[in-house]
């Protein structure tokens, strides 16, 4: 298949396309690459966005409509983020555009075996998920979507979610001009998730590169993301594979698709899985396999949110569903343990004289 | 941390009906609080109990070996290597359990010149080890011979004619008293070469571990082990041996004698036949040195060696035998040790995130595996093979003492200080010159009565984990590494023993090697009980040694009740991949033979399931 010009599949981006599929699909695209299970989707790219601009003539519309507002304007900035994604999601998608989408999506649901498949729309802006300038959580998401004409309303809705009060203010406030955020959006099969959450490639508490940390919970990540509930732990060693540490928690809530509605809700968790290991062991181990690899394709410490999907109580399917940058250890500035240019001896003579502290 | 803290020495239990135990043991080895001065070092000091190599109260003789490394450990750091902020190692005894604290130098002006005497001396060592080393197995091999050439003369109603015609000018009386002196003074000797190599590898060892553990927070001290470990070392040389002797059985058709009956049994039936007598040529040239493995750690007189009981090797190869009938492979896995060692090396060091790091490193394990040969040799030499033969002869010298019926039975004499054999001897030697009565026997019989019910006292008697004072830290590098005293192992003590008075279904340990399994216990006292155990059994044993390694071919998991992540169960397991606790305390008394448990050799702990 060609790269199109106005969508893309995810296998076919990467990270040097971020300014056209955004942060978010570019990353999914490399994560692909990198031979990591990425729930398979397509991005719809910022061309798509511009030409849809240009076609309901709303480029000029909307930077006339942002002169002259500034961070702390709360209510004209309000007033003009309702008048602009009003124009967008009002607008029209090209029929040869549309056609584009709908085709994408079919191949999507027959790849997947899913009639209509279920799918995520997000935003994919060219500027988030960069590390030191996070825009992640500033546009929407919609989850279950089905349906090619649902889709095509997301992604206006997407689209528009460039244009948040929020949004603006974040880019008057930092110095961004509007022209030159773009967004693109995200089309992602989604996961039923049996267990979800997140994972370190380096010990978040203590900066130990050799360790995996996983965090994880029934159902949905995102009770594990928002930290409502405390989620069963484990440590893998990344060399050895061993599951070094593990800490079953008290787990009271999770949240999971009510197959009624197809709407995610909270639920409580049943008693007889509160406080039982939320992976098995094999999953552990290859979730651990899954963040070396992406640590050494990105080639620093990173941090993935991931999920299985199973039926039976054997090994589930493992998706990434996202990866990012660790932040915190990363920072830092990388200095030797050691004073350097030491021989053993001499190093040796420092420690004796250094002692073991036992208080 | 919670302020952990802990009886004052002088204040320690005293056990009613022991009154006097004091004179089993060498006097300066009392806490006392007679003078001020002695008083305040001693309340000021942290007393650790040695739990590492005395689970059981001293035997006043065996403490011979404990008088033997208190002078060669700390003179060692303190005046011939000069550990630039450590002194020696002080002991005390209480209630027959050895507690030792170690001594920082106390003057820290002079830890700079100190440094540059170490530097000087130790670097001699670290750059000469080799040569250094292969001159150490000379030295000790010569004393070995010695002591086994050692005779132990028994005295005869008149002297041979020699003395007189050679002019010999002495007696078999002093011939006896001189012997005596001489095996104790092999003995002393035998514990300085001991010493001469072992705290600069354990200080190379500690700050290699130190470097990983600041470089990987979360790194297992397991690890770091298998890291330096080495592949080819003599201790495992007897249970290679074993090994070698079973396939041989089997490829000169003589395993179904070799299955057999009794050790004589099994010998008189190989006499038999042409192939019978090939094993036999090859077993006899394996027992020496090779059967003088210990089936226990040495250090007591009654750990008995392979040659002091054949059966016991004989019954352990049957073991081996079994497998091979089966098809098994019964060789160490030395492929795949190797690999898991490089694996484990290369992994860590990719992970360093500074190009200086990766040097220190190469630097600092080449370093340690230079050196960690020895920790691991040095342990047929002197706790096995010497020490095996030293005991025999000390038990020679005890059938003189019940000839003259100084004591009632030969295992009598561990119940006297080396000091009051002396004095017996004096006794028994001048009572055979003078043709009168000596006084022993109305002295020791009596005494030695009394002395085994205080020990069977101290033996019921749980000793205190340490007493004294805690200290800001600790700079000496056995303390660290081989009793494992830091900040960690000091709550896992408090936390050992909050388990063991609290929650009845859990038993916790330190991780010896790791992987979870679920299992049935059994609880082996002896290596003569490893015959009982069944394929896929939990081993619960007080702690292993060598002569053990044939139990490991059948079990899934191992506990014991001391050690820590140096001991011979962590290091056969880590081989082995098989998951192991060691150091729980009390495994051989709260786990039963039969019981289902589940353990977790990352963490350290056992739940009782059933």
């Known amino acids: 298949m060609n790269i199109s010009k106005y969508v893309i599949p995810f296998e076919q981006c990467d990270l040097s396309m971020v300014d056209r599929v955004g942060g978010k699909c570019a990353s999914l695209g490399e994560l692909m690459r990198a031979n990591v299970p990425v729930p398979p989707g397509f991005a719809v790219t910022t061309d798509a966005y511009v030409r849809f601009l240009e076609d309901n003539g709303l480029k000029d519309k909307i930077l006339k409509r942002l002169e002259g507002l500034q961070d702390g304007m709360v209510e004209e900035i309000n007033r003009a983020s309702e008048q602009i994604r009003g124009w967008i999601e009002a607008g029209s998608i090209a029929e040869f555009l549309e056609d584009f989408f709908c085709e994408y999506y079919r191949i999507l649901s027959k790849r997947t075996r899913t009639p209509a498949c279920p799918v995520a729309v997000r935003s994919s802006a060219t500027a988030e998920d960069l590390p030191g300038a996070s825009f992640a959580g500033q546009q929407d998401t919609y989850l279950w979507t089905r349906g090619a004409e649902d889709l095509l309303d997301r992604v206006k809705k997407c689209w528009s979610s460039l244009f948040t009060p929020r949004a603006i203010a974040y880019r008057a406030n930092m110095g961004f001009p509007h022209a030159q955020v773009l967004i693109s959006v995200a089309v992602q099969k989604m996961v039923r998730s049996f267990t979800a959450g997140v994972m370190f490639t380096i010990n978040p508490a203590t900066g130990d590169r050799a360790t995996v940390v996983i965090d994880s919970n029934w159902g949905y990540g995102e009770s594990v993301v928002s930290g409502e509930v405390t989620p069963d732990q484990f440590h893998v060693n990344k060399i050895t594979l061993e599951i070094t540490n593990r800490t079953i928690s008290d787990k009271a809530i999770y949240y999971t698709t009510d197959p009624e509605t197809d709407e995610v809700k909270q639920l409580e968790t049943e008693d007889e899985r509160r406080n039982q290991q939320t992976l098995l062991d094999a999953e552990i181990v290859d979730l651990a396999k899954l963040a070396k690899g992406i640590e050494k394709h990105y080639g620093k410490p990173m941090d993935i949110e991931w999920a299985t999907e199973k039926t039976l109580p054997y090994k589930g399917e493992i998706f990434i569903v996202q990866s990012r940058p660790e932040t915190v250890w990363s920072r830092k500035e990388a200095r030797p343990v050691a004073e350097p240019g030491k021989s053993a001896l001499e190093y040796i003579v420092a420690g004796l004289i250094q002692g073991k502290k036992v208080r | ?610």
């Open chain 2, 1 to 610: 941390m919670a302020e952990l803290k802990f009886p004052s020495p002088h204040e320690a239990e005293i056990i009613p009906g022991t009154e006097g135990w004091e004179r089993m043991y060498p006097y300066h080895y009392q806490f006392t609080t007679e003078d001020p001065a002695r008083r305040k070092y001693e309340e000021s000091m942290f007393w650790f109990y040695d739990g590492l190599h005395y689970p059981e109260p001293m035997y006043p003789f065996d403490i011979i070996w404990d008088e033997a490394w208190f002078l060669a450990l700390s003179q060692f750091n303190s005046r011939i290597f000069i550990v630039p902020p450590a002194m020696g190692i002080d002991h005390r005894i209480h209630n027959g359990y050895i507690y030792i604290t170690p001594l920082p130098v106390a003057n820290p002006e002079e830890i700079p010149q100190r440094a540059e005497q170490f530097m000087k001396r130790a670097g001699y060592y670290y750059q000469n080890w080799d040569k250094l080393h292969d001159n150490w197995e000379e030295k000790m091999k010569g004393i070995i011979g010695e002591l086994s050439e050692l005779k132990i003369p028994a005295l005869p109603e008149m002297e041979d004619e020699s003395v007189v015609f050679d002019g010999l000018g002495i007696s078999t009386g002093y011939t006896l008293l001189n012997a005596y002196d001489k095996l104790i003074d092999l003995g002393i000797k035998c514990w300085q070469y001991h010493f001469e190599f072992l705290n600069l590898g354990y200080a190379a060892y500690v700050f290699f571990v130190d470097f990983c553990q600041k470089a990987f927070p979360d790194i297992p001290l397991q690890t770091i082990t298998q890291m330096v470990a080495g592949i080819d070392v003599i201790i495992y040389r007897p249970d290679e041996e074993l090994k070698k002797l079973a396939k041989l059985s089997v490829e000169l058709g003589v395993d179904d004698v070799a299955m057999t009956g009794k050790s004589d049994q099994v010998l008189a039936a190989m006499e038999g036949s042409e192939n019978g007598k090939k094993w036999l040529e090859a077993f006899q040239a394996a027992r020496e040195p090779w059967f003088w493995v210990s089936t226990g750690t040495g250090w007591y007189h009654h750990d008995l060696s392979w040659n002091d009981d054949l059966n016991i090797p004989l019954d352990a190869m049957k073991i081996y035998i079994e497998k091979i009938r089966a098809g098994e492979s019964i060789d160490r896995p030395t492929a795949e040790i190797q690999k898991k060692r490089d694996e484990l090396a290369t992994g860590y060091r990719e992970l360093l995130s500074t190009e200086e790091d990766r040097a220190t490193f190469d630097n600092m394990l080449g370093q340690a595996r230079t050196v960690f040969p020895y920790v691991e040799n040095h342990l047929f030499y002197v706790e096995h093979w010497f020490h095996s033969l030293f005991w025999n002869k000390m038990r020679e010298v005890s059938a003189i003492l019940k000839e003259h019926k100084f004591i009632n039975d030969v295992e009598d004499v561990w119940y006297l200080k080396r000091s009051e054999i002396k004095d017996a001897l004096w006794d028994v030697v001048t009572a055979w010159a003078t043709g009168s009565n000596g006084r022993g026997p109305l002295v020791w019989p009596k005494e030695i009565e009394w002395r085994k019910g205080v020990m069977e006292k101290f033996r019921e008697w749980t000793p205190p984990d340490a007493m004294g004072q805690v200290p800001e830290t600790i700079t000496e590098p056995f303390t660290i590494v081989l009793w494992g005293v830091t900040s960690d192992s000091m709550t896992n003590w408090a936390k050992l023993k909050a388990v063991a008075e609290g929650d009845l279904t859990k038993v916790v340990g330190f991780p010896g090697s790791p992987g979870t399994v679920e299992g049935i216990v059994r609880v082996c006292r002896t290596v003569k009980d490893i015959g009982q155990l069944q394929e896929g059994e939990i081993l619960v044993a007080p702690t292993t040694s060598p002569s053990w390694a044939p139990a490991f071919q059948k079990i899934k998991a191992a506990v014991t009740d001391v050690g820590g992540v140096m001991c011979h169960a962590a290091i056969v397991c880590r081989e082995y991949g098989l998951p192991a606790i060691v150091g729980t305390g009390s495994a051989t008394s709260r786990l039963k033979t039969g019981m289902r448990i589940k353990l977790d050799g990352a963490t350290g702990e056992i739940e009782i399931l059933s």
